[in-house]
């Protein structure tokens, strides 16, 4: 099956291969992506090996969905696989062959539950950064008790400068435009106070560009860690060791949470009772707190998108990531960031890039 490459509608690529859970739930996370997107908003291209796709594609009957097509990749790239070996050795992987497409313009977003070294590498060799940008970040959708937040740099670039982490601010803020539809997100850089001169040079060197861009971004100041869960901002700019660590710590705090409330709310028949009596308020708080609904982790600032979906992303994740994807295609994401970077040199009186 040919893959669909009409430039009257956009194409999602799909690498079907790189999930930890199987092509499987990749299929089925397609197919309840499908149900829940616009009829007729963007075509799907699946890369892998065919012989596996298509069985599983009639098995959740969609075999025939005229938003669906096929790219057939031999190899996968295996989470074992170094980075650029993988890349080298595989050379006709779903992950290859997908990240091409994106490059050929047959398709706006890349989405990937595969290695994440590979997918970065092969997504900034191949693709390249947008003039202004010298280095991409991974953006994180993080829940909040009322709303969400974006947190960039979550990982990709763990020693920036100063220019760096303004274009950092530039790609995260696009990204809650795009993926939380919030208009004008509000900006703030994560430090130690919120007094001027606190925190490491480098935050201090890029709070005082960042000053500066008040006609494209919407910038408040340094934020201190307590105030990331408060709704004071919606994009947490930080470098991308500050940035993983954080993310990381967040996940795992969740996690705890989420086991330490079930444990104890089971501890008795008394406590059970009162649980289910509560059942509207947890159900409320989950579907807020939820992974699924913001599953997918940009690599920004690259010219094309590539979508970054966790390992053990089940079909609901997957569901998740597909969507931000089109939500990108569809508020038009890469003009907005290039036209950003634009302003900001003008602004900045020399380019972002150093």
């Not at 994560?190 to 040079?201: A, D, M, Q, R, V």
Request: hydrophobic share 40%; net charge positive.
């Amino acid at each position: 099956m040919a893959p669909k490459t009409g430039v009257s509608k956009p194409s999602i690529a799909v690498d079907a291969m790189g999930s930890d859970l199987g092509p499987s739930e990749v299929i089925s996370g397609l197919k309840l992506a499908l149900k829940q997107l616009p009829q007729g908003q963007e075509n799907f291209i699946l890369v892998g090996q065919e012989a596996v796709i298509k069985p599983l594609l009639r098995q959740e009957k969609i075999a025939d969905h005229p938003r669906i097509g096929i790219l057939h990749a031999s190899e996968v790239v295996s989470m074992e696989d170094k980075p650029l070996r993988g890349l080298k050795t595989k050379k006709d992987s779903s992950m290859v062959r997908a990240i091409e497409l994106v490059k050929e313009k047959k398709a706006r977003v890349l989405v990937s539950c595969g290695n994440t070294g590979s997918l970065m590498a092969g997504g900034t060799l191949k693709l390249r950064t947008i003039p202004g940008i010298t280095r991409p970040a991974l953006g994180a959708v993080i829940p909040s008790e009322s709303s969400h937040w974006v947190l960039i740099d979550a990982g990709a670039n763990p020693n920036p400068n100063p220019e760096q982490m303004v274009a950092n601010a530039i790609l995260g803020k696009n990204y809650a435009k795009a993926a939380l539809d919030i208009k004008e997100p509000r900006i703030g850089l994560l430090s130690i106070g919120t007094e001027e001169g606190k925190g490491t040079e480098l935050v201090h060197q890029t709070h005082l560009l960042l000053r500066r861009l008040d006609p494209i971004i919407n910038y408040l100041g340094p934020i201190e860690g307590f105030q990331v869960f408060n709704y004071t901002v919606d994009v947490v700019v930080c470098d991308g060791f500050v940035g993983n660590i954080l993310l990381k710590s967040c996940e795992s705090l969740f996690t705890t949470l989420s086991r330490f409330l079930k444990k104890e709310l089971t501890a008795n028949p008394i406590r059970m009772l009162g649980a289910g009596l509560s059942w509207g308020a947890f159900r409320s708080m989950k579907k807020q707190l939820s992974p699924h609904r913001y599953s997918g982790a940009p690599l920004l600032g690259l010219n094309g998108n590539i979508l970054k979906a966790h390992g053990s992303s089940d079909r609901r994740a997957i569901a998740g990531a597909l969507r931000i994807a089109s939500e990108i295609i569809e508020r038009d994401m890469d003009h907005m960031i290039r036209s950003d970077v634009e302003k900001s040199n003008a602004l900045l009186k020399g380019p972002i890039a150093v």
